[in-house]
Structure formats: structure tokens, C-alpha cells
């Protein structure tokens, strides 16, 4: 198990949520969709624009810059210009708290 880092409590974050939190080195983008979270790395794999500037909708984060998407469970890229997929971190629910899990090795 990886490093487990407490980004917020749950009952924070509006049911429609797309928010930037930074997580040891990393810069993260949070998504809420009513009781699903998702976290991800907040660059786009295109030129690195914050996906947290961009907007989510049914499993999808979408870059505010030229359009790529991205899926919020997986981090694969879905439609160009982006072709890498973004990395994505375990989120936990404990105790009311929204936990994410990073891999040390990264
Ligand atoms: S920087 Fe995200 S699509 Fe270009």
C-alpha cells in the first residue's frame, strides 16, 4: 500500500465538484459526481494544462484547453490531442474524510 493522504472531509465538496488539491509533490484534481470520487493528476497529458480549470460529466474530465478527455476511472485519453493516458490514485471514504492513496515509487 502506498502513502495515504487525507485531502478533505467528503461532506465538503458540492455533489458536482471538479477542485485542485496538492497531494506531497503532486498536484491533484478531485471529482465529485453525487457519491463517486475520482482522483487524478491535475495535467493534462497533452501540454500540461490543469484538468481542475476544465469541467467532469458522466465519467469524463474534459481539458479547458483544447478539448482532450479523459476517463475519470482510468485516466485513459479519449479523444485527441491528447494520446497518453494521466495518472489516477485509490480514493478511500474513511470516516467522513476523502483519502487518496499515492504510490511512493512515483
Ligand atoms: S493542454 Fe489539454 S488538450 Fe491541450
Do not use: W
Request: glycine share 8%; proline share 5%.
Amino acid at each position: 500500500m502506498g502513502t495515504i493522504v487525507t485531502l478533505c472531509r467528503a461532506d465538503e465538496l458540492p455533489e458536482k465538484t471538479v477542485r485542485r488539491f496538492r497531494a506531497g509533490d503532486r498536484d491533484i484534481v478531485l471529482v465529485r459526481d453525487g457519491d463517486d470520487f475520482n482522483a487524478l493528476q491535475d495535467r493534462c497529458s497533452h501540454e500540461n494544462f490543469p484538468l481542475s480549470d476544465g469541467y467532469a460529466n458522466k465519467g469524463v474530465i474534459v481539458c479547458p484547453m483544447h478539448g482532450a478527455s479523459f476517463d475519470l476511472q482510468t485516466g485513459e485519453a479519449l479523444s485527441l490531442p491528447a494520446h497518453e493516458a494521466i495518472e489516477v490514485y485509490p480514493v478511500h471514504l474513511r470516516e467522513g474524510l476523502v483519502q487518496i492513496e499515492l504510490d511512493e515509487a512515483k
